[in-house]
């Protein structure tokens, strides 16, 4: 059995470390003009010089992790089990939200006769989950840190507001949200798999294997009749999605060898899945008394809605290994797919794979060789499809609509009969080798990866009904390098050290658009997501240069793009103070880093170990949306900032970051476009193993282990957000990730 418990706060904490307090607020707004000072001098008076941490408030501090699991196994000389039941509660930092999970699994596997095996394995979990509401574009979440410093949630008595608006902030208190909007969100879902293996001739296996993957997922949530806003008028939401994926592989595998030097298997196999997902979701207003809030209570209006996806796949697929004198090592495997998800004529695709392994190190030239324990050489090339795209892409579809006050159809999408499979030719060498006793181990690999046909919605004419249509067209590349390496520094009964890194560098080239793409299908902008996809060129953001603030006149400037704006251009001499869309341009920032990797140490005394693991990414970049409010108090000028606004010119030769007052501060232009490149201590544990000398004593336990962990405690980045290690390309009102420290125990009897 093991237990553990912790606590969790802010894993990064700038966003909020650069805000104005009351008196910088003040001054500045008096300063900028926005107030006089006799309003000034008002707040001051109004509010009574509060200073609110509202990080503190909006963000919560040490909330609990707690998480206990116990197991056990056993067996018979042809039997053996494995049970175990777990629990977890986990507070998360935000309002009102929560992660709570029930856990159990069981596996059995069997030998009931030589050639007769079975085995079942089935994982079954319950969760109750709570999600703030009020992430994103919420000033009660994700745009908290707006709250003026001198606003503050608590009376005069130090209670905080209930029933009536924060004074001054104009938002609810979370108290009265948390009463006022009542939710849950369970979902029970089951794994599981059964098999049976039979073994009629020597070197012949027949298995069959049945899986199935489903949940059950109600969420409920209310607005309460005795809200202030909307006495009287309730709401009662009701939402239910079911999923279940059924999946059978039947597989029929042959070995055999030669005079112990040829060694032959072949595979034959064929899986067949089938997805399906139903929802249902109903709604009702006019909810007068919370006694009587189900759906048949409400006496508004009331909606209903309900969906259904399916698919399936089909496959047959076979795989032939070869390997001579444990030297040599080749195997070829070729498969048949079928995707529902894709056009009737395309739904079929045939896909393979070659490889090959040389344990070098067996050669007589590196028999004697003895520093080196293995050296192994490995190559493969392979192709395979991807079809994981919305269900019925492929289909025309009609909807609903209304038109003049009239309920009509209107065409929803537009169907795609030649939809077929995405491509992925991938081919990779790699190196393995140890060395020194086993204490050096590295492994080196090149890579090349081809997606062609990628499934991309292409724009189309408004005029149509639709914006875009999804198609097979767009390539893209990636080639790159991998490092894994250790060290076994030291290595004996009392002692051992061995520190690691891992390392991947990975070079993105997009090699072909549709034809409808702009500039005859060399680059497509994506306004939308600040991105643009360029022929020769990896994924890149797409905004508006910054080109400085004019020191003369205090106007902000932007270069002016050239007529192919996939082409960064940056010419002092050519720049606007207007700001527009249409200034977009490559910026030469790449939306993927070049470099992903970890380090770290393994080491310990006699009981004692120590495991600290680093990860890094290098040249990765995210738009920081949360900036654009934070950094503009000529827009937001009733709400807090940062400080770093008070660098904004005032007088001819001034060198500033913002321009004068008179000017919206900042755009959607490459200044939100930081460098989030990182470094992050993920964990690092300390565990102390009691002597076994002392565990045989006591006859009880076989084994016994304490451990204090600690997670993302240290992070250095420039990022002036709430988390660089967010995977998108934009940031905006994030919930954040936190650090947290836990202690627990592992026991064994």
């Known amino acids: 059995m093991d237990a553990q418990y912790g606590i969790s706060n802010l894993a990064e904490s700038k966003l909020w470390d650069n805000l104005f307090d009351t008196e910088g607020l003040l001054n500045f707004w008096q300063e900028a003009g926005f107030y006089s000072e006799k309003d000034i001098n008002s707040i001051r008076e109004t509010y009574g010089g509060n200073n609110t941490n509202w990080r503190n408030y909006y963000y919560q501090a040490d909330r609990k992790l707690a998480e206990a699991n116990l197991s056990y196994s056993g067996g018979s000389e042809k039997s053996d089990y494995f049970v175990s039941f777990g629990i977890l509660d986990q507070e998360g930092l935000a309002y009102r ?80 949200l948390a009463d006022m909007f009542p939710y849950s969100n369970n979902k029970i879902q089951i794994t599981g798999s059964s098999y049976i293996e039979l073994t009629p001739v020597e070197g012949l296996k027949l298995k069959t294997l049945n899986s199935i993957d489903a949940f059950d997922h109600n969420v409920s949530s209310k607005r309460s009749a005795e809200h202030v806003q909307y006495a009287g008028n ?24 030669i005079e112990d030097i040829h060694n032959f298997s072949v595979l034959l196999g064929q899986e067949w899945t089938k997805y399906t997902y139903e929802s249902v979701e109903a709604s009702v207003q006019g909810i007068t008394d919370d006694r009587l ?8 209006e009331k909606t209903v809605s309900s969906g259904k996806n399916e698919y399936a796949y089909l496959s047959y697929f076979g795989r032939v290994n070869y390997s001579y004198d444990d030297k040599y090592y080749g195997d070829i495997t070729a498969r048949r797919d079928e995707s529902s998800l894709l056009a009737a004529d395309n739904r079929s695709g045939w896909f393979f794979s070659i490889g090959g392994r ?86 080196l690999e090149a890579y090349d990866k081809r997606n062609e046909d990628l499934h991309v919605g292409v724009p189309y004419p408004y005029t149509s009904g639709v914006t875009s249509v999804m198609k097979n067209t767009a390539s893209l ?69 910054w080109a400085g603030v004019n020191p003369e006149t205090g106007a902000p400037q932007w270069y002016i793009p050239g007529d192919d704006p996939s082409v960064t251009v940056k010419d002092p001499n050519n ?17 993927n880093p070049d470099i992903i990797g ?90 102390y193993s009691l002597p076994q000398k002392l565990l045989e004593k006591s006859n009880f336990f076989s084994s016994a282990r304490v451990f204090v962990t600690g997670r993302n405690l240290l992070t250095w980045t420039k990022y002036s957000g709430q988390d660089p290690e967010v995977d998108s390309n934009l940031t905006y009102g994030q919930n954040p990730n936190t650090k947290q420290i836990s202690a627990g125990f592992n026991l064994t009897f």
């Open 97 to 176: 939200s929560k992660f709570d999970r029930y856990s159990s699994k069981f596996n059995f596997n069997t030998e009931v006769n030589p050639w007769f095996k079975a085995g079942l394995n089935v994982n079954i979990a319950y969760t109750e989950q709570e999600q703030n509401p009020y992430g994103w574009n919420y000033l009660s979440g994700g745009l908290s840190y707006l709250a003026p410093p001198f606003y503050t949630p608590y009376d005069k008595d130090g209670k905080e507001y209930y029933g009536e608006r924060i004074p001054g902030w104009n938002q609810y208190s979370l108290s009265y």
């Open 234 to 257: 309730g709401t009662t939401s009701e939402s239910r999605y079911r999923k279940h994926q059924l999946q059978t592989t039947n597989t029929a595998e042959y070995s055999w060898n």
């Open 293 to 300: 809030s189900e759906l048949d209570a409400g006496t508004g």
């Open 358 to 443: 040389w344990k070098l190190k067996s050669e007589s030239f590196l028999k004697d060789v003895n520093w080196l324990s293995k050296l192994d050489l490995r190559a493969s090339y392979g192709t395979q499809g991807r079809s994981e795209i919305d269900p019925y892409e492929f289909y025309s579809l009609i909807g609903s609509n209304q038109y003049q006050g009239n309920l009509g159809w209107a065409i929803s999408k537009f169907g795609n009969p030649n939809l077929g499979w995405e491509k992925q030719k991938h081919f990779s060498v790699a190196v393995e080798a140890s060395a020194f006793d086993d204490k050096l181990n590295v492994i």
């Open 477 to 545: 590349k990636n080639t790159g390098v991998e490092l894994s390496l250790s060290y076994n520094i030291f290595k004996n009964k009392d002692f051992f050290l061995e520190p690691y890194i891992n390392l991947s560098y990975n070079k993105e080239k997009i090699t072909k658009l549709f034809s409808e793409a702009t500039g005859d299908g060399k680059y497509w902008p994506m306004d939308g997501y600040n991105l643009i996809w360029t022929v020769g060129q990896p994924q890149t953001f797409y905004n508006a240069i």
């Open 575 to 591: 720049v606007t103070s207007t700001y527009s869309s249409t200034l977009s341009q490559n910026i030469g920032k790449n939306l």
């Open 598 to 687: 970890g380090f770290g140490l393994r080491g310990g005394y006699k009981g004692f170990s120590l495991e600290a693991a680093f990860s890094f990414q290098l040249n990765k970049y995210l738009l920081n949306n949360d900036s654009y409010f934070a950094l503009n108090p000529t827009v937001f000028d009733a709400q807090n900032q940062n400080v770093g606004i008070l660098d904004y010119w005032k007088k001819e030769g001034d060198v500033t970051r913002f321009p004068s007052l008179d000017y919206t501060f900042t755009q959607f232009d490459s200044r939100l476009v930081e460098d989030a490149s990182f470094l992050r201590l993920k964990s690092i544990t300390l565990n």
